[in-house]
Nanobody, 119 residues
């Protein structure tokens, strides 16, 4: 099974940058779609960015032009620039061989890393 471990969260002021990392290991990781999700207090979980097996990248509208998803070897990154207070959330790395077509309960999830952006 795929194992995911996030790191790189923290607290920054608005306009700052952070880079999240997700170490990926386990059988099946090479043919899975990968992505970053987030959940803010009192809000639904939302998909922030995804990387398909064909290399295609997709982004949440509110982060387009500010966030970049990338992968190097067995690490998935999320470069976050020009952060805003509304980006404050727990960020989760996820992997899914079905490329998100099934229920989220079937995705592989990391434990999350907190990002806090102050005004």
């Amino acid at each position: 099974q795929v194992t995911l471990v996030e790191s790189g969260g923290g607290s920054v002021q608005a306009g700052g940058s952070l880079r999240l990392s997700c170490a990926i290991s386990g059988r099946g990781s090479s043919d899975a779609c990968l992505g970053w999700f987030r959940r803010a207090p009192g809000k639904e979980r939302e998909a922030v960015a995804s990387l398909g097996t064909d290399g295609r990248r997709r982004y949440l509208d509110s982060v387009k032009g500010r966030f970049i998803i990338s992968k190097e070897n067995a690490i998935l990154y999320l470069q976050m620039n020009n952060l805003k207070p509304e980006d404050t959330a727990m960020y989760y790395c996820a992997a899914d061989q079905g490329c998100w077509e099934g229920p989220p309960e079937l995705f592989r999830w990391g434990r999350g890393t907190q990002v806090t952006v102050s005004a």
